[in-house]
């Protein structure tokens, strides 16, 4: 899968978004300038491979899960797939029929 600058921008922001936090916090999280995430998901920059992978940390999320965009919220995802594992299959078939009702 390509991605273009586009969609890498407007990745980032529906994933930080979905976290919760400012464009600015992010970026200072990552040891960067106040608006260098904000200059991402402008288009105007893209971030070198090392920043990608902290920002993947950050969002809690692999990149895999970050170029996934049927994922929605890859980490709350991941979160519920960790306490399914755990289940017994009767279990499983109410949270299946529970999370097809959802949609």
């Not at 978004?17 to 919760?20: A, I, S």
């Not at 600015?24 to 999280?29: E, T």
């Given at each position: 899968m390509i991605v273009d600058k586009n969609d890498f921008a407007k990745r980032l922001a529906d994933l930080r978004?979905?976290?919760?936090v400012s464009a600015?916090?992010?970026?200072?999280?990552l040891?960067?300038?106040a608006g260098y995430i904000n200059n991402i998901e402008n288009g105007v920059n893209l971030p070198s491979m090392t920043v990608f992978f902290y920002i993947c940390e950050y969002l809690c999320?692999?990149?895999?899960?970050?170029?996934?965009?049927d994922n929605v919220n890859p980490e709350k995802a991941a979160e519920l797939y960790d306490i399914a594992k755990h289940l017994k299959s009767e279990q499983l078939e109410h949270l299946i029929a529970i999370a097809k009702g959802l949609q």
């Open positions: 978004t979905e976290k919760g600015r916090d992010m970026s200072l999280s040891g960067q300038s999320i692999t990149p895999k899960d970050f170029f996934d965009t």
